[in-house]
């Protein structure tokens, strides 16, 4: 079987580069279901930091699959090399399946735009984060640490999801990054730079920059620079930081990389189905692109196939574009551009943009998402995906000012977009916002249409 | 052990907590009732899920794509659920309100097989083999053959000389119960009495069973007069007319001789608001005399609403307040659970 296996990774491994897929090197390895229940919970790495959260999603993944109620075929972890688990114990076919898959997430790792600022020896990054967790643990003690960490957790949202994208300009963002300081891993600094030297008398009271000199939803980052922590409790919050950064692009793409994965192991692996085989693909493949639940998997690969279909028949262009919807749906000019159209949606777009550009009436028509009549209320009904889509469905918060009402308060502001806050929680985050910053913390939102000022600690 | 070993375990010692901490809540809480039944109890502990700044309301999507189903899109925010053996969900409750250990009063007479590894046989599996009395009879065997050399005592056991460990089933006397619940249903008890009854009876029953796993369950209902009724026509039962709490303990009596009390230990509960009829008291009183020296326990549970004005429970007190194995308590509202609980298994 091992064999077996590695022979079949190989075949389809060729394939896939001959049909243009590219990719680093792809490592597999076969895990029985407890290990692909942990490797789950841990986000698809062997090692995290310690923490009770992953022990429950480890148990409910566990009791997941003893009681049948689903299984985890795979994972792939955006690393160099990839590194990907299968399901010990799941017939070749599904391996062959899965291998199939894995390429095309393995290529889709590499080449989606959204991917390229992200670190790719993520598995040592994280392995570090338990080892400053566990020595953590070690000097102030398990308890205080998890109580930090179960704190720095309810913020783990709060990140600016373009903060690895953005390149400032020099001196754009003064306060960000003084200088003299060794350029490293953000937890390690206050190990490797000196503490800055107290300010001179002269200096101390008002600064005339503004804290932060502009709004920013960066809050982990400008808590983690700013508030009055010891160096661990800093480095916890670098940690959960650049840990949230990492999974950033994964949610904002699951559709797309989904879809893109499903078409290929479907196209990878049809020519090669034996008879005997059909029939068991099938079923795996029925019971993957099921519609019950909102299936990523369904969505994306359905919208690929219609764009790949669109750019063969030369549905596109300004031609296409202004012809009524009843004769767009028939329209054809064969220009033979699907694949190559196709290669071009994995680049460069995310969910939100790849939904926006090419969820269009035509597929929501031909898919029976809606009837004929229904058509009218598809741009609301679309609206309303793209801002489930948008932030990973977290509503965006932004910090707007660290010394508010000149008291060193922080005050946060919801850009609200018509849905309100969950009270109860959002109140619970700023209670752990005023415990970590020791100052009274507010929000600005909207509850019961009414613009309102939550607070912490006043 | 692995790391995330390590992190189930502390997960499930917070919930352990939790579930202490929440007990209270959870005598009240109906939906378990149902599972308790079971093997395995689950519970969802919401609180346990860590805060974040989200949406108050699940953000739809109008496209047929599927509702709110098992792949959701967005923070996956799954409830923490705590998933316990009901053994040990009811010692983190029975340790959370003070409930007392009951003790077998007497040892039962049905026996129990149980199987244990006491004989020695010729056959068996290799991971049962007796090395020890193997090699006595190795020893035996090179004695009589005068193999045996004290001066390089070595011994090579052969197929006859292997002995193993053998099962033998042994009777063990296994302690068994009763118990008996009455209810007064002469029309003064409301929908919420009842109500408080009920979670009384399930978490007295749970905790009987606990401790006698062999528990029998008996039923009856009286106003004036008692008849026996089965489970679901106990909790669902609702009458009129007077009350005479001797009819119920008469009957009692007469159910309770189909368990002898040097095989069971007998358990009776009784629920009323208390409003006797005049003169059945003494007769009441009577009948208790006679059975409280046969019971493990009778429990006495005064549940009236605000404007009861039941006096059996100071007649109680006052005549048989001394006995040992009477339980009698007053139950008002759902905040008197917990104390009456603890009361009426003896605390």
Redesign the interface.
């Known amino acids: 079987m091992r064999k077996e296996l590695r022979r079949w990774a190989e075949i389809l491994r060729e394939r896939a580069l001959a049909e243009g897929l590219s990719f680093p090197p792809v490592l597999f390895e076969e895990v029985g279901p407890e290990e692909m229940a942990?490797l789950a919970?841990?986000g698809g790495f062997p090692?995290?930091y310690?923490?009770?959260?992953?022990?429950?999603?480890?148990?409910?993944y566990r009791?997941t699959y003893r009681y049948g109620l689903?299984r985890i075929y795979e994972l792939v972890a955006n690393t160099y090399p990839v590194h990907a688990y299968l399901l010990k114990g799941n017939t070749l076919l599904a391996q062959k399946l899965v291998m199939a898959h894995v390429y095309a997430h393995a290529d889709f790792f590499h080449h989606n735009l959204a991917f390229k600022p992200i670190p790719k020896d993520m598995e040592a990054e994280m392995a570090h984060h338990?080892a400053f967790v566990e020595k953590a643990m070690e000097r102030h003690g398990a308890r205080s640490v998890?109580e930090f960490l179960?704190l720095a957790?309810?913020?783990?949202?709060?990140i600016d999801p373009h903060a690895l994208y953005i390149q400032r300009q020099a001196g754009e963002d003064k306060e960000e990054r003084p200088p003299d300081r060794l350029q490293v891993r953000p937890y390690l600094d206050p190990y490797v730079n000196p503490p800055p030297a107290p300010p001179k008398e002269a200096e101390e009271g008002a600064s005339p920059i503004p804290l932060p000199p502009r709004p920013t939803r960066d809050i982990l980052g400008f808590l983690a620079r700013h508030a009055p922590l010891a160096p661990w409790q800093k480095g916890i919050l670098e940690i959960i930081r650049e840990e949230s950064l990492y999974y950033v692009p994964q949610v904002a793409t699951?559709i797309l990389n989904e879809g893109w994965a499903t078409y290929w192991h479907t196209r990878l692996l049809l020519p090669l189905l034996s008879p005997e085989e059909a029939l068991e693909f099938a079923e795996l493949q029925a019971g993957l692109l099921a519609?019950?639940?909102?299936?990523?998997y369904r969505?994306g690969y359905l919208l690929l196939k219609e764009v790949e279909e669109r750019w063969d028949k030369g549905r596109f262009g300004p031609e296409y574009e202004a012809l009524p919807l009843g004769e767009r749906l028939t329209y054809e000019r064969p220009t033979g551009l699907g694949l190559k159209q196709l290669f071009q949606v994995r680049t460069v777009h995310t969910d939100l943009s790849f939904l926006d550009s090419f969820l269009t009436p035509e597929f929501?028509l031909r898919q029976?998402?809606?009837n004929p009549e229904e058509l009218p209320?598809f741009p609301?009904?679309?609206k309303?995906?793209l801002?489930?889509?948008t932030n990973?469905?977290?509503?965006i918060?932004e910090l707007v000012d660290a010394n508010y009402g000149n008291r060193g308060e922080i005050l946060l502001e919801?850009a609200y977009e018509g849905?309100?806050?969950?009270?109860?929680?959002?109140q619970?985050?700023l209670e752990?916002l005023y415990r970590l910053w020791g100052r009274p913390v507010h929000l600005k939102t909207v509850v019961g249409g009414k613009e309102t000022l939550l607070s912490a600690g006043s | 052990m692995r790391p995330i070993e390590r992190d189930l375990l502390r997960f499930k010692e917070i919930v352990r907590g939790e579930v202490k901490k929440r007990a209270r809540e959870f005598l009240t809480r109906e939906e378990l009732f149902g599972q308790v039944e079971g093997r395995l109890v689950s519970i969802p502990l919401p609180q346990l899920e860590l805060p974040k700044i989200v949406y108050g309301e699940p953000l739809g999507e109008d496209l047929g794509l599927g509702g709110p189903g098992t792949e959701s899109l967005g923070p996956s925010g799954h409830v923490p659920v705590a998933e316990l053996e009901l053994e040990e969900f009811l010692d983190l409750m029975g340790e959370a309100l003070r409930l007392p250990r009951l003790r077998p009063k007497g040892e039962g007479e049905v026996t129990e097989e149980a199987f244990r590894y006491t004989t020695i046989a010729r056959k068996g599996p290799r991971g049962l083999r007796h090395v020890r009395r193997t090699l006595k009879e190795s020893l035996k065997r090179a004695l009589i053959t005068g193999e045996y050399r004290p001066e390089a005592p070595l011994l090579v056991p052969e197929r006859e000389d292997l002995r193993y460990k053998a099962p033998r089933s042994k009777p063990r006397p296994h302690a068994q119960a009763v118990v008996l619940f009455a209810l007064d249903v002469s029309g003064s008890m409301r929908e919420e009495e009842l109500r408080l009854v009920k979670t009384l009876s399930f978490w007295i029953t749970l905790w009987i069973k606990r401790h006698f796993p062999r528990l029998e369950r008996r039923y009856l209902l009286h106003d004036a007069e008692a008849w026996e009724v089965t489970e679901e026509e106990f909790f669902r039962a609702r009458e009129g007319g007077g009350t005479r709490l001797s009819s119920a303990l008469l009957l009692a009596e007469e159910i309770l001789k189909r368990y002898p009390e040097a095989f069971y230990n007998r358990y009776l509960y009784h629920f009323s608001d208390g409003e006797n009829w005049q003169g059945d008291t003494p007769q009441a009183l009577e009948a208790l005399r006679r059975l409280l020296p046969t019971l493990a326990l009778y429990g006495y549970a005064q549940v009236q609403g605000p404007y009861g004005q039941g006096r059996f429970l100071e007649d109680l007190k006052e005549a048989l307040g001394k006995e040992e194995g009477l339980a009698a308590t007053e139950v008002h509202g759902k905040e008197d659970l917990p104390l009456a609980l603890r009361r009426l298994l003896g605390g």
Request: proline content about 5%; aromatic content about 10%; overall charge positive.
């Open positions: 942990m919970a841990y090692r995290r310690s923490h009770w959260r992953f022990g429950s999603e480890y148990l409910r009791e689903g338990a998890e179960d957790l309810s913020l783990e949202n709060l699951k519609p019950h639940g909102f299936n990523p969505l929501a029976r998402l809606l209320r609301e009904a679309k309303a995906l801002f489930r889509l990973g469905s977290y509503p918060v919801h849905v309100e806050l969950d009270l109860k929680k959002t619970a985050v752990n």
